[in-house]
């Protein structure tokens, strides 16, 4: 469980990790080195586990984005394995979740176009051995976007 000032740490830092070690120790109330050491601790604790840039995708050329809906045909270790090490190798596939329903995995893919989209399906997850069914949901438009945790 986290406790409320490290909620009030991660919450700026997902605001704006690029902000000083001295503002964010401002901006929640402690010392520098009070701070410094919780960073340090929630980092080696791996509650952070990496930091990053935001990209706005479309600017950057991904102007298409899907997500993909995928049954398998055959639940074995071997099918699963491969279907899962192909997945996490491949950077159109920005997520990627095991999930229950219809679908057995749900996948949120980026690519320039729809072409790429089609060379994507061709030449990557039809390729894949197990596969049953691709359905795809092309988004239209994002009405919410984000990836930090409400603390």
Known sequence: MIDPLDGRLLQQL???NRQSNQQLADSVG???SACWRRVASLEAAGVIARYTALVDREKAGFSMSAILHVSLDRHDER??????VRVRKRPEVLECFATTGDADYHLRV????MAAY???LDDFMFKIPGIRHVRTN??????????????
Request: negative net charge; glycine residues 0%; charged residues 25%.
């Open 118 to 120: 089609n060379r994507f």
């Open 110 to 113: 980026v690519v320039s176009d």
């Open 30 to 32: 402690m010392s520098s």
């Open 14 to 16: 997902q605001h704006d």
């Open 79 to 84: 099918f699963v394995s491969e279907f899962v």
């Open 138 to 151: 092309v988004i239209l438009k994002e009405i919410k976007y984000d990836v930090a945790l409400p603390f």
